[in-house]
């Protein structure tokens, strides 16, 4: 039950990755330190399924998804920015990530749990304009696990948020992915954040 990259290499106007073999067990967070454009965020694209590799594979649970439509391959993003609507409230948010053929009693029974998962009970009706930076990364969390990923990818979800904050919701984090015992890949340049969080930390760095 884990999830391997193999062989990976990517090109752009020179090479960004090449031969890239990367295995994250059941379970294990591995924090992918290093600078600005070193293809960190793009290898996490690619294990999506929003970008193609060049060359090699990826396996998640020993099935070959390198070809497999992002929408099936079954693994969650976290982005830098949390993907919300302002405009709706934190339920109608969640509920974007609930499958359609989900019924209203259970949906609404689901948005209740994984609100009270993620230590935001009650906060259903709130707008999510009203919420502050870590609050909206939490609702990210609890919409992306109402999906039932079978991996996670996480690219710098808590850049933009103070140190206090930050190292808080690294802190939480931790404990709440190693409760989904999925393996999980954490996007960062911050050193502290990356051994706060993660059981390993490889540095990438641009070739």
Sequence with gaps: MSLKIENASKLFDDI????????????EIVALLGNSGCGKSTLLRIVCGLENLDDGQIYLH????????????????????????PHLSVEKNI??????????????????????T?????????????????????ISFARA???????????????????????ELCDWTRKF???MEIPVIHVTHDENEATRIADRVIRFDKL
């Design 145 to 167: 696990m109402l999906s039932k990923p079978e991996a996670l990818m996480m690219d710098e979800p808590f850049s933009a948020l103070d140190n206090e904050i930050r190292n």
């Design 177 to 179: 992915l190693k409760e």
């Design 95 to 116: 509920q974007l990530g609930l499958p359609k053929s989900t019924t209203k009693t259970d949906g609404k029974k689901q948005i209740e749990e994984i609100l009270a």
């Design 62 to 85: 020993d099935k070959n998804i390198t070809q497999i439509h992002p929408s099936k391959r079954k693994i969650g993003m976290i982005f830098q920015k949390p993907v919300l609507y």
């Design 118 to 138: 993620v230590q935001l009970e009650g906060f259903e009706k709130r707008k999510v304009d009203e919420l502050s930076g870590g609050e909206k990364q939490r």
């Design 16 to 27: 960004l990755f090449e031969n890239l073999d990367l295995e994250v067990e059941k379970g």
